[in-house]
């Protein structure tokens, strides 16, 4: 029995031992495997951020140095591009120049990022973070680009040719009252719209827009002007409340982007500097119509005004304004009496309407220009009645809501229209081919595709209102506002306005926002 005992002791702990013995022989062959997983997860990882650097490297060279250019051909067909916003300035970037010699006419020498020009009204992002020179765009083609820093007054189609003045960006500059001629082969519309007042006594003279780069300006001075007014101690209770009140009209994207960035500016930064006199700022927004972002689904509006009511700012539906005086404005409520509101800054963020140019085209075919908001277009963009004219973006009546984006997808279609119609006369021989004409009958008609809409609605909120197949997503809160900042991010027309929107959303949350007038 001792011996058996014995015996089966030695028997387990051979067994024991060669147990231990095959797993440490299998931990030893399974550890290569894990550190060649490692490797092998290491190098993609070095090897994917080699390849970003050396790409993002290449590109800011790119940009710095750009490549000689063909000089203009006679033998080619001159292209007029006349504005440089969305519609535009898609069209200069996608477009080939080796066959057309392009004119670019535009009293702004730069293309403006507007979706998030609110931000530069309270300097969450600098001014020229959004803005690209369009000369930089044009010294990266491949012939040479001519620009004329000029608005165009007046055109006749008849005789392609344009009226240019050249007119005074600065206090300084007096502009050129001389106005100049140039003549087009073809010509493409893509001036925009201006501020529609829709008729309202002292819009232009009190009000503030938010359509330019010179608006944010004007917006921040006004605003810290009424800010420091009210700072001094002889200054009345009742006077400090009508400077520290803020109004917004307009309950479009606009209007609600910028209210919410001026909350944000009030509770980051006024507060820590102007304690007292924030605690008194008031804003109001004011709509015409039932309620605020028309073009939302029923769930995003109703949660941005739960928002604003958090928020503490005010939304009067059915209220349409009247008139506009120096110190207050005249409101028409929804029982139909009228109130007097005092104010220390309003910004009208309402609608737009034709620019003069675009009503001198229309004067010349009024037998089918009979549409006084735009450019009445066909399916292929082109301009009703007119030869060798197409309209694109604001300024075009083609069906589509006037948007960056609806602006942006007919930019890049007809780029690319032109561009094929032009290759395949090079390669027929036909340098006199019509394509104005050979667009219907090469092309397929323009069809915007709808990437959806987004708002940033204040307290890093927003909202997105999304297409999914057949139906819509609909979101808000803080993960939509992540979203809201890589899509933007995603949008901006170069590296250059991506790093530095980038840049300026770091500065702004590690030192705040310049309270600084300027």
Not at 89 to 94: A, D, E, F, Y
Not at 307 to 327: A, G, P, S, Y
Not at 329 to 354: C, E, H, M
């Amino acid at each position: 029995m001792f011996s058996a005992s014995r015996a089966s002791a030695r028997l387990s702990r051979v067994a024991g031992s060669y147990a231990q013995r095959m797993v440490m022989s299998t931990l030893k062959e399974e550890a290569p495997k894990r550190t060649s997983r490692l490797r092998t997860l290491k190098r993609v990882v070095y090897g994917t951020a080699l390849v970003g650097a050396t790409y993002t490297g290449w590109s800011m060279y790119r940009n710095r140095n750009p490549v000689e250019q063909m000089a203009f051909d006679p033998s080619k067909k001159t292209l007029v591009l006349l504005g440089t916003g969305w519609g535009s300035t898609t069209v200069l970037k996608n477009l080939n120049t080796d066959h057309y010699n392009v004119v670019v006419v535009s009293p702004r020498n730069y293309f403006l990022f507007t979706p998030l020009l609110p931000s530069c009204t309270v300097g969450t992002i600098e001014n020229r973070s959004i803005m690209e020179p369009v000369r930089l765009l044009m010294r990266h083609k491949s012939r040479e680009v001519k620009f004329y820093e000029a608005e165009c007054t007046d055109i006749d189609a008849e005789r392609k040719e344009l009226t240019l003045v050249r007119r005074a960006n600065s206090e300084d500059s007096k502009g050129d009252p001389e106005p100049v001629k140039i003549n087009y082969d073809y010509l493409v519309v893509g001036v925009g719209g201006t501020v529609n007042t829709f008729g309202t006594p002292g819009v232009e003279e009190n009000a503030c827009f938010l359509k330019e780069m010179g608006d944010a300006r004007k917006i921040r001075r006004r605003l810290m002007d009424s800010i420091e007014s009210a700072a001094f101690a002889n200054v009345s209770e009742a006077e400090r409340d009508r400077l520290l009140h803020m109004v917004v009209v307009g309950g479009g994207p606009t209007g609600i982007e910028y209210a919410g960035e001026l909350h944000d500016f009030l509770q980051d930064d006024l507060l820590q500097w102007y304690p007292e006199l924030a605690k008194k700022i008031q804003i109001t927004l004011i709509e015409a119509l039932p309620n605020v972002l028309p073009a939302f689904d029923k769930k995003l509006i109703d949660y941005t005004q739960s928002t604003f009511k958090e928020n503490q700012i005010t939304i009067l539906t059915r209220t349409m304004v009247k008139e506009v005086k120096e110190k207050s404005f005249i409101v028409q409520n929804p029982d139909g009496t009228r109130s007097d509101i005092p104010y220390g800054l309003l910004v009208w963020a309402t609608g737009i309407k034709a620019q003069p140019v675009v009503d001198r085209i229309r004067a010349q075919f009024a037998q089918v220009q009979t549409n006084s908001r735009g450019l009445l277009v066909d399916e292929y963009l082109r301009v009703k009645g007119a030869r060798d004219i197409w309209a694109v973006g604001d300024c075009a009546l083609s069906g589509y809501a006037p948007l960056a984006q609806v602006a942006s997808q007919q930019g890049k279609w007809l780029a690319r229209r032109l561009n094929s119609l032009a290759t395949q006369a090079a390669r027929e021989n036909k340098a006199d081919a019509d394509v104005f004409s050979l667009i219907e009958e090469k092309s397929r008609p323009f069809k915007y595709s709808s990437q959806g809409s987004l708002a940033y609605i204040g307290s890093e909120k927003a909202i997105a209102d999304l297409p999914f197949f057949n139906r819509n997503i609909t979101a808000g809160g803080v993960a939509t506002f992540w979203f809201w900042k890589s899509a933007y991010v995603n949008e901006l027309f170069s590296l250059r306005n991506s790093t530095l929107v980038v840049s300026d959303w770091v500065k702004r949350f590690f030192f705040g926002r310049d309270i600084s007038r300027e």
